[in-house]
């Protein structure tokens, strides 16, 4: 994922989990809390936002350095919400509950793109010197 595609892809993610916790605090309330997935949808809008905003720090220093570190954090970032916050959401509404068994799998997913925005960063700053 480039610099700019990771920054369109986080804004994205981004603006939707504004809708996506809006729409959970409105118009989904009383569904979410009669079936007990209120903490379930707000964990994957917290998640969500956590990680588009990681994308977008990605997308930025990706821009900056050039890196592949960068390019391979934005895309296990993207790739982590889909799983994660996907298979949260999808839990919540419809009550499959062996979707929970793909969550962990986002949940790498976020974990590796953490590790290569560090390797990413510890890489750049060798350059900078």
């Known amino acids: 994922m480039t610099g700019r595609s990771a920054l369109l892809t986080g804004s994205l993610f981004a603006g939707l989990a504004v809708v996506l916790g809006a729409f959970g605090a409105h118009a989904l309330k009383d569904m979410l809390a009669s079936s007990g997935r209120t903490d379930t949808y707000e964990l994957a809008v917290r998640y969500q936002f956590y990680h588009a905003f990681a994308l977008l720090v990605a997308g930025l220093l990706n821009t900056k350095f050039a890196l592949k570190h960068f390019n391979y954090a934005a895309?296990?970032?993207?790739?982590?919400?889909?799983?994660?916050?996907?298979s949260l959401y999808i839990l919540c509404f419809s009550g499959i509950k062996f979707l929970g068994a793909i969550t962990p799998i986002g949940g790498l997913f976020f974990i590796a793109?953490?590790?290569?925005?560090?390797?990413?960063?510890?890489?750049?700053?060798?350059?900078?010197?």
């Open 113 to 129: 793109g953490w590790i290569f925005n560090f390797f990413g960063i510890l890489t750049s700053a060798r350059l900078e010197k």
């Open 75 to 86: 895309t296990c970032f993207s790739i982590g919400i889909v799983f994660f916050c996907g």
